[in-house]
């Protein structure tokens, strides 16, 4: 039936095919980008560093800005967060917020909360506690932590 239809009505067929088809492939719904930050949460001394990774899915972009508390690649008052997503701890206790934003879309985020907390104090032991010596004399002592 179709090899009897004039050129003009088989062009027409064939130009509503082309639509159909181009309209159905624009209704396939795109999945969205999903940021994961791991570790989500982490408990580090002020002298310790801490390394966060961030995972994109369903983008061919991964790269992502890191923030902390807010602000981009941090601070020396909330810690420093590098590009490859190393934290450094400010030099007080606290908690913080550390974030990756999605660059393949800005919307896309996920954080982690890192707590900071005060080295443990290290004890050091000196002997002999006291001495007495004169000013032609010498006096071991010994340290021990």
Known sequence: MIGSLRPETK??????LLAVGFLAGCSQ????IVVTVRPSAASISTIETQQFTATIDNSVDSTVTWQGDGVQ???????VISNDGLYTPPSLAG???ITAISHA???KSDGAIVTVTLPGQIAV??????ASIS???TQQF????
């Open 11 to 16: 062009f027409f067929f064939a130009l509503a």
């Open 29 to 32: 719904k795109k999945e969205e």
């Open 73 to 79: 690649s941090g601070n020396a008052s909330v810690g």
């Open 95 to 97: 908690t913080h917020t």
């Open 105 to 107: 879309d800005t919307s």
């Open 125 to 130: 032991t000196v002997t002999p506690a006291t």
């Open 135 to 137: 000013t032609i004399q």
């Open 142 to 145: 010994t340290a021990t932590v």
